[in-house]
């Protein structure tokens, strides 16, 4: 674990085969998006941001507009900008996701619960404790209905709404 140029390498080898699919394939956008991953890991935000976005750009040319791997892409994309400290980014990209996974995920899967809770982390970082807490309180009733009540997930969803109860 951690051998990120190794990584970083594989994912470009494959793309690099991937290339001669064509320019729109949504195994291209696959790639860009590991890659995008793996230098986020790095903490080279600046390359994760554009293997997102290729990746997303592809995604949209490809994919239906309701489709998972799209909010997947705005949900990197958002992650990437919370990272830079770039919040009013990072909110638009995560609700980009939102929007998605609510039209294409049943209402209690988890990812719905994932998205409520990175929406969540960005308005506590802007300090808007109220709108972070509405956010970590539906992450953490989703969590409840579809993780099991051990889940590192849930638990972190949990520590997350009682630390911001603490400051509202």
Do not use: C
Request: no cysteine; charged share 20%.
């Amino acid at each position: 674990m951690g051998d990120y140029p190794k990584a970083l390498s594989s994912h470009e080898n494959a793309l690099a085969i991937r290339q001669s699919l064509p320019p729109n394939h949504p195994d291209l956008g696959a790639s860009h998006n590991n890659i995008g991953l793996v230098y986020y890991k790095m903490g080279d935000y600046r390359k994760a941001l554009l293997s997102h976005e290729k990746a997303l750009t592809i995604k949209l040319q490809s994919l239906p507009s309701n489709h998972p791997d799209l909010a997947m892409s705005y949900n990197n994309i958002g992650a990437v900008y919370y990272k830079m400290g770039n919040y009013p980014e990072a909110l638009s990209s995560h609700a980009n996701a939102l929007a998605i996974r609510q039209k294409s995920l049943p209402v209690n899967h988890s990812d719905l619960g994932g998205s409520y809770n990175n929406i969540g982390v960005v308005h506590e970082n802007m300090n808007d404790y109220s709108k972070a807490h509405s956010f970590y309180e539906r992450a953490v009733q989703i969590g409840l209905q579809s993780l099991p009540t051990n889940h590192p997930t849930l638990e972190q969803w949990r520590r997350n709404l009682e630390r911001i109860k603490k400051k509202l």
